[in-house]
């Protein structure tokens, strides 16, 4: 949707905290195009740029996202590795 709605909606990670006392309903949406789809974003309003360069297939907008998830849990992980207590203390 980021893409399609030329950034005014961005995306979220997901994140569900648990409350015990209050049920949740979560709803799952997915709106996958065809793999070779081409997408463009809607029409830029005047004075806003847009956030993609040309129209893209879903295919290599699922890759830029994919590409982007995996370098930040990368990096989230590289922050939360466990280190020699000498490499702490010092």
């Known amino acids: 949707m980021q893409y399609l709605s030329n950034g005014r909606f961005k995306k979220a990670d997901h994140r569900a905290v648990v409350n015990s006392n209050y049920s949740r309903l979560s709803v ?5 195009p065809a793999i ?9 309003r005047e004075g806003e740029k847009s956030v993609m360069e040309e129209p893209l297939t879903f295919a290599e907008i699922y890759r830029r996202n994919m590409s982007n998830y995996l370098e930040t849990a990368r990096i989230k992980k590289a922050k939360f590795e466990a280190k020699p207590l000498n490499e702490i203390l010092d």
């Open 28 to 32: 799952a949406t997915f709106q996958y």
């Open 36 to 44: 070779d789809a081409t997408v463009y974003p809607l029409k830029v």
